[in-house]
C-alpha cells in the first residue's frame, strides 16, 4: 500500500483531481509527487512549487505512502522515502533521521500475576533415612512430585519395654497434610485406646479400629483436603498386630518366603465396589485404573472429606504371633508395590538381613526404592524394615 499527500501550493495539487472519478482518487496520478518532511515545511516558501489553482489553508489533502521494499526495516524504508524526493534539499535526510531510543532498563524479577510462590527446591524433602536397633527406614520422593507426600513413625521402647513399638507409613494424597496429621497422632490415639482394654487379640482390633477413626475424625476437624493411605505394626507382648486402609502393605518375610499381610483396598476388589455401590455410590473405570466416584483410586484412608461416604477409615487388622521363624516385616506405600513384587521384595532384603555376622537392613531398603524407581516407579516410595528377632 502506498500514501502521497498533496496540499495546495504544490504542484500536484489542483481541484479537477479532488472531483473527479473515483478511479483518479483511488489510483495514483501519474503526476503524483511523493513528497517528504522538508517539502511540507518548505512549501509556504518556496514559490517555483506553487500552482496556478488558487491555493486554500482549508483545502483537501490526498495522502499516499509508498509500501517499503520487503525486507527493509522502518528505517530504511524512511531512507527511501527521502531518496525519491527533491535532491535539492538538503535538510530532507535530516529531518528523517532519528535518534536511537533511550535505553530500557527492565526488571530481571519475573512477573507472577498472582500466581502462589513455591519453595525452592532446596526445602523439599527429597531422601528420608534412618536407623536403629530393631528397624529401619528408607524414603525418596517420586519424580511426578513437587514435595514428599509420604511420611513414616517409629516409636520403640513403649512404657519402658523394649519388646513393644509401634510402626506406619502414610502415603498422602492430595497434599502431605492427612499423612502429617496421621503420622503424629495415629499412635498416640491407639496406644490411648489400648490402655483402656484387656490385652487379648480381640481388643487390640477394636483399639487400632477405634485409634483410626478418632484419627479420622479429628483430621476432618481441622477441614484440610486431601488424604492418607495407611499401614501400622503394631508390637506388644509377642503379638504383631497388621492393621491398613489403602493401598500400603505389609509383607512378612518367613524362612525367605514372602507373605502379604494384608490387602489393598482398592475399588477393582469386588467387596469394596459392593460396599460403595450399596451405600449409593459408584465406581468406574477411568483410563484403566478403577476410582471410586470417578475420581480416588483407593476405597479406604485417613480424611478425604469430600469422599467420606465411600471412602472410610475402618482398618483391616490381622494378628499373629511372633515365632523365630518370622525374620522380618515389610511396611511400604505403593509407590514400591507397583512395580516390584511381594517375593521379589523379600529376595532382595533377605541376604542383607539374614545370616549375616552385621545385617545391613537400610542398605536393603534403599536396595529395594532403587529398584522400583530403576522400574519406573514415579511415585514417593517409603520402605520401613522391622526385625523382629528383636521383639521376640
Known sequence: MSLSLAVSNSPVFSPSSMFCNKASIISPAPEALTLTLA?????QASSSCSSSSPSSPSSPFRIRFPKPPSGLSAAA??????????????SSSAILKRKRPARLDIPLTPLSFGA?????PS??????????????VYCKRGRRRIAMEDRYSAAVDIDGNSKEAFF????GHGGAKAAEFAANNLEKNVLNEIERMDDNETDFEQAIKHGYLTTDSDFLKEDQRGGSCCVTALIKKGNLVISNAGDCRAVLSSQGVAEAITSDHRPSREDE?????????????????????GSLAVTRGIGDAHLKQWVIAEPETRAIRIEPRHEFLILASDGLWETVSNQEAVDIAHPLCVGMEKAEPLTACRKLVELSLSRGSVDDISVVLIQLANFI
Open 77 to 90: 524504508a524512511a531512507v527511501a522515502l527521502a531518496s525519491t524526493s527533491s535532491p535539492s534539499s538538503s
Open 168 to 171: 506406619g507409613v502414610f502415603d
Open 116 to 120: 502462589p510462590v513455591m519453595p525452592s
Open 123 to 136: 526445602s523439599y524433602r527429597e531422601v528420608v533415612e534412618a536407623e536403629r536397633d530393631g528397624y529401619s
Open 39 to 43: 517539502h511540507l515545511k518548505s512549501s
Open 273 to 293: 465396589r459392593h460396599r460403595i455401590e450399596s451405600t449409593g455410590g459408584y465406581v468406574d473405570l477411568c483410563n484403566g485404573i478403577w476410582r471410586v466416584q
